[in-house]
């Protein structure tokens, strides 16, 4: 079973179970930012994680193997996006990225933000003109060495 076939088959247990993201990270033991990645194809399961969720989802065996395997990173089908959600954070990074990476530089010297060593978190915002997104993201900053 390939892992895109694994993640479709998450979906369609999460949305005919009508689960929310939130219960299948209780399940995993993490956050639900981590668990929709995981579970999306983005990172590796421990064997009691895949177990829980396979359970939970009531996957076959195969998918719950394929839950463990250490994905190929990167879940989107095109350079550019074209779902419009996924496109505004691209068009935000083209737009302010040049903004952040110069005031990061500046805080903390020439490197980067990990993407590994890093927390998510993505809330709702009460506002009287609509609600708002809230996206914390939360990485260690790794300087570039001399060698």
């Known amino acids: 079973m390939t892992r895109d076939q694994v993640t479709q088959l998450v979906l369609d247990s999460k949305r005919r179970k009508q689960l929310k993201w939130a219960q299948l990270a209780e399940a995993t033991g993490q956050s639900k930012e981590w668990t929709a990645a995981a579970l999306l194809g983005q990172m590796t399961l421990s064997a009691a994680q895949a177990g829980a969720v396979g359970r939970l989802l009531d996957l076959p065996a195969d998918a719950v193997d394929g839950l463990q395997v250490v994905p190929y990173k990167g879940s989107l089908p095109t350079a550019v996006p074209t ?58 900053f790794l300087p570039y060495r001399m060698y």
């Open 83 to 140: 779902d419009p959600l996924i496109y505004r954070f691209y068009e935000l990074i083209n737009v302010y990225g040049t903004s952040i990476k110069e005031l990061i530089h500046e805080e903390f010297g020439d490197g980067i933000m990990s993407a590994i060593d890093f927390s998510m978190d993505i809330s709702r915002e009460a506002d009287p003109k609509g609600d708002r997104v809230r996206i914390v993201l939360n990485g260690k």
